[in-house]
């Protein structure tokens, strides 16, 4: 955006109104390279008119180098470059700006995690970040530190939006030389799938890129959602979040969430901005057998119709075919009997876990058992015209209830959603990269708890 032989003179740089930047425009965030300096010294950016003394960078005689900056504008939209001895030409390159508008983006950080560790040539290669390293389907920039080392040539690297190629370095390096500094770069691509480029000039280097954060569209609020059932009746409902789950059931699988109506409001009153529905819907699962206060003795649904499934005919036993059908009658009744009205124009969870205290969904002993009342479930709700099901749960807890879920089964490659706990947002952004319960299954959300409320990171 700017380029120009300075001094130790300032100079002006407007900003505000040019290139995108918006006339409103408070700081900009800008990348800034000084070259070929006459003498040894240090660049200064600043607000056009103020001069403090903190030194955005340090160089040596014929040196180059390139930092990121972060600059308030003047009242009049512009920032000033000076240097302290000699000359040397300075570029400046904005990756992005501030302003009181109260659209934009909003920033979430993270823990720095590791996005990428690999090689980068003169040839632009693009890293993926959405679903990596916690950063959600709905980015619009990341903050990450790019360390370049073992480079084979005197270079510099870009780190830039996928498909862009802006001609300030994000670093410049000699042979040999290791160099680390922040970017802030745009990402680029479907919500799926959002990616930087990253190049060096010349020769080959290898190039660790540490996300510390990312932006979100401001539209979408937080950009978290969470998720409330029955425990939350006549308590005030979080607010500001992007989009809301809402459980159809009681405490247990065969009673009702008495605030189901309300909650469902609250969900589609949320702000969306996010790859989630604004209003999605989690009905518990539970395998009682003989602790059961109602349990099948034939294949016919509550509504008398009798229905196809690959197990043994049910005839009132513990086993696989009787607990298809439990299952079946469970996922049936929530559709018909919950006070869900088009059931068909939701997402639906089932929820498969067990409290450690012996509260709650209990299950059998048999995993096959337990597999087949889960498989009765998703048949119930795709016989009732739901077409998005998944599976909520942690891997350990799955694993536990359901065991290994073999090729055959309709359970494999279902959405999931993971739950971590009172881990933190962190851990639950890391989920997001993680795999999912079964064979083929996308991490769709990460759920984490604070307080007494779940909310939910948006993967995908």
């Not at 409103?24 to 000084?34: I, K, R």
């Not at 030194?55 to 900056?69: C, H, R």
């Not at 920033?107 to 390293?133: C, E, H, N, Q, Y």
């Not at 439990?326 to 498969?352: C, L, N």
Request: proline fraction near 5%.
């Amino acid at each position: 955006m700017f380029g120009a032989t300075v001094g130790t003179t300032p100079t002006q740089v407007p900003l505000a109104g040019r290139a995108g930047i918006p006339a409103d425009a408070t700081a900009v965030a800008v990348n800034v390279q000084v070259s070929n300096p006459t003498v040894a010294g240090y660049v200064r950016v600043t607000t056009a008119g103020q001069d403090p003394s903190v030194v955005t960078q340090l160089y040596s005689a014929g040196q180059a180098l390139s930092n990121l900056a972060i600059v308030k504008l003047s009242d009049d939209g512009a920032a000033q470059v000076k240097l302290s001895k000699g000359s040397g030409t300075v570029y400046m390159d904005v990756a992005g700006y501030y302003s009181n508008s109260s659209t934009g983006s909003v920033f979430v950080p993270i823990d720095t995690t590791r996005a990428f560790a690999g090689s980068v040539s003169a040839t632009a290669g693009t890293i993926r970040l959405s679903g990596v390293a916690g950063v959600p389907g709905t980015a619009t920039a990341v903050v990450a530190n790019a360390e370049t080392t073992k480079p084979t040539a005197a270079a510099y690297l870009r780190v830039t939006p996928a498909g862009q190629d802006p001609q300030v370095a994000t670093q410049v390096f000699d042979a040999g030389t290791s160099v680390a500094n922040l970017v802030v770069a745009k990402v680029t691509g479907s919500s799926v799938d959002r990616r930087v480029q990253a190049k060096v000039s010349k020769g080959s280097a290898q190039l660790h890129l540490d996300v510390a954060g990312y932006f979100l569209d401001g539209s979408s609020g937080s950009g978290f959602g969470a998720d409330v059932s029955w425990p939350q009746c006549d308590k005030a409902l979080v607010s500001n979040v992007a989009f809301g789950v809402v459980g159809v059931n009681g405490n247990l699988v065969n009673n009702d969430n008495r605030c189901f109506t309300e909650q469902l409001t609250w969900a589609k009153n949320s702000s969306g901005g996010t790859s989630q529905p604004k209003a999605q819907l989690y009905m518990l699962a539970a395998n009682p057998g003989s602790q059961a206060s109602v349990w099948p003795s034939t294949d016919k649904d509550p509504s008398g119709q009798t229905i196809k499934h690959p197990y043994n005919p049910c005839t009132g036993g513990f086993d696989a075919g009787c607990s298809w059908m439990y299952g079946y009658a469970r996922a049936y009744e929530a559709t018909h009997t919950r006070g869900v009205v088009g059931p068909q124009t939701y997402r639906w969870w089932i929820d498969v876990e067990k409290a450690d205290d012996g509260t709650g969904p209990t299950w059998q002993k048999d995993q096959t058992q337990n597999r087949a009342d889960i498989e009765g479930m998703v048949a119930a709700l795709k016989a009732a015209g739901v077409s998005t099901i998944g599976i909520y749960s942690t891997g350990y807890q799955f694993g536990q209830i359901v065991g290994t879920v073999p090729s055959t089964s309709t359970l494999r490659g279902l959405p999931s959603w993971i739950a971590v706990g009172n881990d933190g947002v962190a851990a639950a952004q890391k989920a997001c990269s993680a795999g999912g319960l079964t064979a083929g299954s996308q991490v769709r959300m990460a759920q984490y708890v604070v307080g007494n409320q779940d909310y939910n990171v948006s993967c995908v």
